[in-house]
């Protein structure tokens, strides 16, 4: 039994007529009547009836047309489901994300993907860098965005954000109101830092500036978010080195100074494995740089591909 015999059995009964369903099916009447003889030998009943004047269905050909139907209609969806899958409209992505990634890159990012692959599932996770880079080498995300400088064997990095990074000071603090201020002012403050186990490369890369202006930050406490050091930061006297889209959402109690020195950015990376990547994955990341490089540059932050 074939599909081609289904097809012609439910052409007849549809139609109930050979001519009519031999056009139908674009096949010649002979060809048509060998499939019907052909499928019965394979049921083993007779399905149809037919004289010189008409056709019509017996009772076991009755039965056998709804499941016939319903055979053609599974087997046309299968076809669909993996078209859809090759095509990556369907599926799943578990992907991961730094906070400060929450502002401007993964909501929009994540917007305009479901409007083009409403069939995806997305699971949209909040991440440390360091515990998306361990996720994603034990195959528990599929893509992260993580804060640089990282690195990570059996994971490929893609820098599609860069923001400066920027001193931020209570309100209330005695250099606030320091209009030239520059980082070696604040080498006798409390520093309050995103920590080092959470993202290693951005902690030390914030040692290596201002050990560049000569001294080693007196770190008063380590966080695990760089909202809670804003937080911090507001509720007392001591300095933080942020990016500047952190404190763009949370300014009230603190001061906000540009950090003149032309290392002084961040940069968020798209991370995925090391690996021939899935058609789901490279749609995903696809999407992320052609955003990422039509964004006006007039923006508060600049986002860049390589």
């Known amino acids: 039994m074939e599909l081609k015999h289904l097809q012609s059995f439910i052409a007849v009964a549809e139609q109930l007529s050979f001519v009519r369903a031999a056009q139908r099916l674009h096949i010649s009447q002979p060809a048509l009547t060998a499939h019907i003889q052909q499928l019965e030998e394979s049921v083993g009943a007779q399905l149809l009836l037919r004289n010189k004047r008409s056709v019509r269905l017996t009772e076991a050909g009755a039965d056998f047309l709804e499941a016939a139907r319903d055979i053609l209609h599974r087997v046309k969806r299968a076809v669909d489901q993996a078209q859809e899958s090759a095509r990556g409209e369907t599926g799943r992505l578990r992907i991961g994300f730094v906070s400060s990634a929450a502002l401007e890159i993964v909501p929009p990012l994540a917007v305009a993907y479901r409007k083009r692959f409403p069939g995806v599932q997305l699971d949209l996770m909040n991440w440390r860098t360091s515990d998306q880079l361990r996720q994603l080498a034990d195959k528990e995300l599929d893509i992260g965005f993580a804060r640089m400088p990282a690195q990570h064997k059996g994971l490929s990095f893609a820098r599609i954000h860069r923001e400066p990074l920027v001193m931020v000071l209570s309100k209330q603090h005695p250099l606030a109101r320091k209009k030239d201020l520059h980082l070696a002012d604040l080498r006798d403050q409390h520093f309050i830092l995103y920590g080092r186990r959470w993202a290693p490369g951005f902690f030390d890369q ?78 995903f990341v696809k999407l992320a740089k052609s955003m990422a490089k039509t964004k006006p540059e007039a923006t508060a932050m600049r986002l860049l591909t390589r």
């Open 206 to 283: 914030i040692l290596d500036l201002c050990q560049q202006q000569g001294f080693t930050p007196n770190i008063l406490q380590e966080t695990a978010e760089m909202y809670t050091a804003v937080a911090i930061v507001a509720a007392g006297l001591d300095v933080s080195i942020l990016p500047r889209s952190v404190v763009a959402a949370q300014r009230r109690g603190i001061v906000v100074r540009e950090l003149k020195y032309r290392e002084a950015f961040s940069e968020i990376a798209i991370v995925t494995r090391d690996e021939p990547a899935s058609v789901l994955v490279r749609n």
